[in-house]
């Protein structure tokens, strides 16, 4: 809950309000753009309140999705609707409870005939927990990488999932029995996994119905640059092997990239090829200490 006295100094007056526990990981702002925004600490504000019942309901998206639950409403303790789950698009859906422990990490609900996989975890919530067993419960857990690993036994206790992880990271989630390896396969109908090592040695990349793409901390929509982008200070392995992964990327087709961290988008699957045929290659060239400091288009 958001403590009203540790309010932002810069909100704006209104029922809604931001307080000072921000970690300034960004997810209230990727779901209440123009309405949350940040100070030149990064950490986040109310810059406006809500207009319309679109950004009402934007707000309330953000305040269940904030990892630190920094956000508020003087007036009402909860929406009218639960804002989660999310439809994205076709049979998959956003579940927001971004985890402290994973640094506000997205998670992801597929829904798939065989039976349906969380991509990352959420922190655990009855309620939330409630409302995914509604769209069928959980058949599998697939971790994009150590990062986001915390919190996931209570999801694998809750629906009796299996769960699975790069198998040079399986020490940093006990709980995931099954480990993917190198290659690159379609372990399930649909769902194509592939190794992307540079983030980590062990990030994976999951594609599904070849339109769907979830892509951990190694591929995000870079808002102030409008493209997809990578995030060269958070490079713990290799940036020359994050290159080569954007190369593996771009043999695929996607439509929608769903990142760990950042930004989604719906690029369409011509914008996603012309993208990533060339940023492995416009990686190398620029390099990763000037990454960064490039001006923005």
Known sequence: MAKQDQSHPANVDGPWFVDTRCIACD??????????????????????????????????????ACPTQSIGNRAARRPAAPPFPYAMTDGVWALGHNARETFG???????RPEGNL???VPRFSGSLAAAVEDLGGVARVLLTHQDHVAGGEAWVERFGAEAWIHE???????YAKNHFGDAREQLWPGVTVLH??????????????????????????????ATLDVFPRQTWQSWSVLADSMDALAQLRAEWVLPGHGMW??????????????????MRRVGQSAWSRRPAP
């Open 196 to 225: 992307i090592p540079g983030h980590t040695r062990g990030s994976m990349a999951f594609q599904m119905d070849e339109r769907v793409l979830f892509t951990g901390d190694s591929l995000r929509w870079n808002v102030r640059r």
């Open 118 to 120: 969380l991509i990352d």
């Open 27 to 64: 997810v209230a702002r990727h779901w209440a753009p123009g309405l949350i925004r940040p100070d030149d600490g990064a950490y986040s504000f109310l810059a406006r309140q809500p207009t319309s019942a679109a950004e009402e309901s934007a707000l309330w998206r953000a305040a269940h």
């Open 105 to 111: 990490a997205h998670a992801w609900l597929v829904q």
């Open 168 to 174: 040079s990271e399986a020490s940093t989630a006990a």
């Open 265 to 282: 988008a719906r690029v369409g699957f011509e914008e996603y090829a012309r993208q990533m045929g060339s940023l492995g290659a416009d």
